[in-house]
């Protein structure tokens, strides 16, 4: 017991309390008769560390752990989940901080209100706002969703956020990681559990259509999270991105010309061809209309000037992925481009279209 305790970095007495109370309990001894852990003992204890240091209580960990519905590839991949929702709130507040510093170089006052919605409490409420005020249904990208659902009656959400997209005329199960989204889900939305894609908590077929949108670039494990709704439904409808097609960042001309980091972001993104073989699919394209309601990153390709708006950037993961030093870059360099008229020269073009295809796709199966 000394010994593991001090390859854990826990104290013998956290290790006997452990013990007492059933959490993570030697399953063998010595030949002196010493408590002995067997590696079935140190996965499990290694569990059980991760989750204390993510903050959960020992009755939320003991759930966590015993749950005889996940094998150890299961709960491991939950709880990768659940340190990728923790790194994307790191990055959150990283950015906030650099907002501040940001404003602060200026020689500009920050209010103790401004303070304590960047790095306080209420800093994830705010992004929750930005998130409700932006990211809403887009009925003409809804009906191609919905369309594709058929006569489905049971339908699985698969990181369903806020619940945008979700059809109201059939029996929807919500799963989403992130108790910040979870918290965000309006009043009579659907029940919502809190898992992750790549190990979904149903059985084989147990739900008539899986879907999921604009949600797999957000995945640990984006070829197993399709696997999974694979396996939990019989058919499988998914919102996502194209980047098989050779060029494909210079689709669209915030990427091309303002932001190649973009790239970056999705260098290990599956390909449509391989997420469509995972689930069995085709694909076919999803033109975003130029007054798209819902406020994804492509969404304001006919109005550039909304880029600059941070509130409309924060509802983006992708700004938060290229980092404070690119978004500034990008917003000043478009700021400074729409002010002299040269991107109105770049893409006057663009002007004369209801609708633009931008790489969304979505993949039905």
Same mark, same amino acid.
């Given at each position: 017991?000394?010994?593991?305790?001090?390859?854990?970095?826990?104290?013998?007495?956290?290790?006997?309390?452990?013990?007492?109370?059933?959490?993570?309990?030697?399953?063998? =001894?010595?030949?002196?008769?010493?408590?002995?852990?067997?590696?079935? /003992?140190?996965?499990?204890?290694?569990? @059980?560390?991760?989750?204390?240091?993510?903050?959960?209580?020992?009755? +939320? @960990?003991?759930?966590?752990?015993?749950?005889?519905? %996940?094998?150890?590839?299961? #709960?491991? =991949? #939950?709880?990768?989940?659940?340190?990728?929702?923790?790194? /994307?709130?790191?990055?959150?507040?990283?950015?906030?901080?650099?907002? +501040?510093?940001? @404003?602060?170089?200026? &020689?500009?006052?920050?209010?103790?209100?401004?303070?304590?919605?960047?790095?306080?409490? #209420?800093?994830?409420?705010?992004?929750?706002?930005?998130?409700?005020?932006? #990211?809403?249904?887009?009925?003409?990208?809804?009906?191609?969703?919905? /369309?594709?659902? &058929?006569?489905?009656?049971?339908?699985?959400?698969?990181?369903?956020? %806020?619940?945008?997209?979700?059809? %109201?005329?059939? +029996?929807v199960t919500a799963v989403e990681p992130s108790a910040v989204m979870r918290g965000q889900r309006p009043a009579g939305s659907a029940p919502c559990v809190a898992a992750a894609a790549e190990s979904l908590p149903f059985e084989d077929r147990s739900f008539d259509v899986a879907m999921a949108v604009s949600t797999v670039h957000h995945w640990g494990d984006p070829m197993a999270g399709l696997r999974e709704m694979r396996r939990v439904a019989r058919r499988v409808v998914v919102l996502t991105f194209d980047t098989d097609e050779p060029g494909w960042q210079d689709r669209f001309w915030l990427t091309r010309d303002y932001l190649p980091e973009f790239a970056g972001v999705l260098a290990d993104f599956p390909s449509l061809a391989a997420m469509a073989d995972a689930i069995g699919g085709r694909a076919e394209p999803v033109p975003v209309p130029w007054d798209c309601a819902d406020g994804l990153f492509e969404a304001y390709w006919?109005?550039?000037?909304?880029?600059?708006?941070?509130q409309v950037r924060r509802a983006m993961s992708v700004w938060t992925r290229v980092g404070p030093e690119a978004e500034r870059r990008a917003v000043g360099s478009l700021g400074d481009d729409l002010d002299s008229g040269r991107w109105a020269e770049r893409n006057g073009e663009l002007a004369g279209l209801d609708a633009a295809d931008l790489g969304l796709r979505l993949l039905t199966a």
């Open positions: 017991m000394g010994r593991v305790a001090g390859l854990a970095g826990v104290s013998v007495r956290t290790l006997h309390h452990y013990d007492e109370i059933g959490l993570v309990r030697p399953s063998a =001894r010595t030949l002196a008769g010493y408590r002995a852990y067997s590696a079935g /003992d140190l996965e499990r204890l290694r569990e @059980v560390l991760a989750y204390r240091r993510l903050g959960f209580g020992l009755k +939320e @960990v003991a759930e966590l752990v015993g749950d005889p519905s %996940t094998d150890a590839v299961a #709960r491991l =991949r #939950r709880l990768r989940g659940l340190l990728l929702d923790r790194r /994307d709130r790191a990055d959150a507040m990283v950015a906030a901080i650099d907002r +501040e510093l940001g @404003v602060r170089a200026k &020689g500009l006052k920050v209010t103790p209100e401004e303070q304590l919605e960047m790095l306080g409490a #209420r800093l994830y409420d705010a992004i929750g706002r930005s998130y409700s005020a932006t #990211r809403r249904t887009e009925p003409r990208i809804a009906a191609q969703i919905w /369309d594709a659902l &058929g006569d489905a009656r049971t339908v699985l959400n698969v990181g369903a956020g %806020t619940g945008s997209y979700e059809p %109201t005329d059939r +029996e006919r109005r550039p000037g909304a880029y600059l708006e941070d």
